[in-house]
């Protein structure tokens, strides 16, 4: 069974105080990784997609990488804004549904 | 990308009542999939809506408690029917776009059962 586990759950950073998340995952072959970020009151947002070990994506403050048990999303110099639920997802091979996490809520602080 | 709606957006309902939620999606796509979110859980999915069959549920999930319709390429609903306080929850209807690798997610329905 496929098995998706972030940390920490909750996170709370100074504005310019750069950090990780992570999401550790078990698949029986992993067809993608997602990252997702949803606000209060809103649906998942998609921000990356990963394929293979070694594989990183950018967009702006965001940073994700992949290895073959686990993704960080590193968030460098966060701002308020980016303040939200970020969500970690597998997809395994042969099948077209998601498995997602329980997330980890940052909280930037002005 | 193709834009997609949900309503209603939140609803309380009284004990053994009936909730239908609505998804319509911009553009005609295959697959639909419909998801729970309870507080400090992960999203769990729900079924797979596909239009001109019957929906394929995931396990602990059945067709009498969570009837869904798929009339076509762009619409599709979700009842949670009998309901009572262990159904509130945020339910979100989504789609596959982006050459069929991304999920796009609605708004979301928050329902409160009381």
């Known amino acids: 069974e496929d098995q998706v586990t972030q940390s920490p759950e909750a996170l709370r950073l100074q504005e310019g105080e750069s950090s990780s998340l992570n999401c550790s995952y078990t698949v029986s072959g992993l067809r993608g990784l997602f990252w997702y970020r949803q606000d209060p009151g809103k649906g998942p947002e998609f921000l990356f997609t990963?394929?293979?070990a070694g594989e990183e994506k950018e967009k702006e403050r965001l940073k994700a990488t992949l290895t073959k048990k686990e993704s960080f999303l590193h968030i460098t110099a966060p701002k308020p804004e980016d303040s939200a639920t970020y969500l970690c997802a597998v997809q395994a091979v042969g099948y077209s549904t998601l498995t997602f996490g329980k997330g980890t809520m940052l909280l930037v602080s002005p | 990308s193709a834009v997609i709606s949900q309503k209603p957006s939140r609803d309380i309902c009284q004990r053994g009542t009936s909730l239908t939620i609505q998804c319509q999606v911009d553009?005609?796509?295959?697959?639909m999939f419909w998801y729970r979110q309870q507080p400090g859980q992960s999203l769990t999915l729900i079924a797979t809506?596909?239009?001109?069959?019957?929906?394929?549920?995931e396990s602990g999930f059945v067709i009498d408690k969570f009837p869904i319709s798929r009339p076509n390429l762009t619409f599709s609903t979700l009842t949670v029917s009998n309901m009572s306080p262990e159904d509130s929850s945020i339910y979100l209807c989504s789609f596959k776009g982006g050459g069929n690798e991304k999920l796009f997610f609605g708004s979301g329905t928050q329902l409160s059962v009381l």
């Open positions: 553009s005609q796509v295959t697959m």
């Open positions: 990963l394929y293979s």
């Open positions: 809506a596909n239009q001109g069959s019957e929906a394929t549920y």
